[in-house]
């Protein structure tokens, strides 16, 4: 009796974990459609500097390739020196940017802050648009990986955290390889138009 007792207590645990987890699952799902849907809606992704060539199909097959993730208040969402392999917008909450100098080699000096469909991380774009350039080109040669230039913090109000919507290089890679109509000469000469200009700032 107490072996059976054990062995029901484990498996209303299972189905109680199960649930619980298939909850999560449905709500991650939601967040993502209803994050997709309003940076859709909101036609923000045409004033993003990188992508404001581009058609509505294109940028709505760009937005359906993105993916929610959440920062908690002081987190560092993106790292100076570190690869970069990921492009945010910022859906809820602000940022702080910080660049190391010589004068502030530990912290980094702030040099700006981002809100509510801000961006950052073209570098990622950079990258993935010069290793699919090589690989359908012909030319020889290799994409160098572009390096984060600043450090960015998440600012949250309250203890909701900063939402973003993130696409990674990967991600821009196989879609420019399954879609053949996205301009990828303009997406990249655009990514380095912003990259050089937020360089000299």
């Known amino acids: 009796d107490a072996l059976m007792d054990e062995y029901d207590a484990h498996a209303e ?4 974990n199960i649930a619980i987890n298939r909850q999560r699952s449905q709500r991650k799902t939601m967040l993502r ?11 923000r992704m045409r004033s993003v500097q990188v992508f404001k060539e ?7 097959v760009i937005v359906d390739a993105m993916s929610p993730r ?23 909450g602000s940022c702080v940017v ?7 080699l530990v912290y980094g000096q702030i040099i700006g802050e981002l809100s509510t469909f801000d961006h950052f991380g073209e570098s990622a774009l950079i990258t993935a648009t010069r290793r699919y350039f090589f690989r359908t080109s012909g030319l020889s040669g290799e994409a160098k990986i572009q390096m984060r230039n600043a450090t ?22 196989k879609l420019l390889q399954e879609d053949n109509q996205i301009d ?14 937020r360089e000299s700032l």
């Open 184 to 197: 990828v000469k303009a997406l990249m000469r655009l990514c380095e138009e912003e990259h050089a200009q």
């Open 54 to 60: 581009l058609d509505d199909k294109s940028l709505s």
């Open 152 to 173: 960015v913090i998440a600012k949250a109000e309250g203890s909701e955290g900063v939402e973003t919507m993130m696409l990674t290089g990967e991600g821009l890679e």
């Open 33 to 43: 459609v209803a994050q997709r849907r309003r940076l859709k809606e909101s036609k």
């Open 70 to 92: 959440v920062f908690a208040s002081g987190e560092v969402i993106v790292q100076q020196g570190d690869p970069a392999e990921s492009f945010f917008i910022i859906m809820k």
């Open 98 to 104: 910080r660049r190391k100098t010589l004068v502030d």
């Open 13 to 16: 645990d299972r189905r109680r």
